[in-house]
């Protein structure tokens, strides 16, 4: 099975100022299969980024998805207060599908 | 519009087998292209994929969970329904039913784009 590692646990961010998560897997990943997720407190999962890169309907240019292989990045760009939030990663391979343990964003 | 809809009972004894429904609607899940996968999240934790059916019945289960897991659906009643064997407390969670599509190219490809509310479930004697 393959395991996502997110990083950092907690990240702190001013209003205004970018924010860089990062989900390191432990086999490599096709980047067509790797999702991000956006939840906030309460509510379920919200679908940002899928295929790595491409994102979702409805979504915010403010976010985008980068990386190959066993590392990627979501990318938050101007953080703004709506964007606190536990956000996840999740990949889909042979053996099933795995999510991070999520990094939470605290916005300062 | 798509929705989904988690059901079943809150509360739960260990040794006890857990049936929740997925009511969908807005789509037909004989439809080429779709499934629906369960997912839960223990309280206060991480998301945890349980398992995943597709429009032509194929299903795909965790590895770790994969003895304890029947996932099935019902075509004509837009139901999916999970059950989940030996209940223990460690299974207490909210459980969420979503919506994968399937068709390459399409928007959302291979990722869950639409999610039920969640069910909560607690596995106490």
């Known amino acids: 099975e393959i395991v996502l590692t997110q990083s950092p646990d907690t990240l702190s961010v001013s209003l205004g100022e970018g924010a860089t998560l990062s989900c390191r897997a432990s086999q490599s990943v096709s980047i067509t299969y790797l999702a991000w997720y956006q939840q906030k407190v309460g509510q379920a999962p919200r679908l940002l980024i899928y295929g790595g890169s491409r994102r979702a309907p409805g979504i915010t240019d403010r976010f985008s998805g980068s990386g190959s292989g066993t590392d990627f990045t979501l990318t938050i760009a101007r953080v703004e207060p709506d964007d606190s939030a536990v956000y996840y990663c999740q990949q889909y391979a042979h053996d099933g599908r795995t999510f991070g343990q999520g990094t939470k964003v605290e916005i300062k | 519009q798509i929705t989904l809809k988690e059901s079943g009972p809150t509360l739960v004894k260990p040794t006890q087998t857990l049936t929740l429904n997925c009511t969908v609607s807005?789509?037909?899940?004989?439809?080429?292209?779709?499934?629906v996968g369960w997912i839960r999240q223990p309280p206060g934790k991480a998301l945890e994929w349980l398992a995943l059916?597709?429009?032509?019945?194929?299903?795909r289960y965790s590895p770790s969970l994969r003895s304890r897991l029947t996932i099935a659906k019902d075509t004509s009643k837009n139901l999916v329904v999970l059950t989940m064997s030996n209940m223990d407390p460690g299974d207490t969670a909210t459980y969420y039913c979503?919506?994968?599509?399937?068709?390459?190219?399409?928007?959302?490809?291979?990722?869950?784009?639409?999610w039920g509310q969640g069910t909560m479930v607690t596995v106490s004697s």
């Open positions: 979503a919506h994968l599509p399937l068709v390459p190219g399409a928007a959302s490809y291979d990722a869950f784009d639409i």
């Open positions: 059916i597709y429009w032509d019945d194929d299903k």
């Open positions: 807005g789509f037909s899940l004989s439809t080429s292209g779709v499934a």
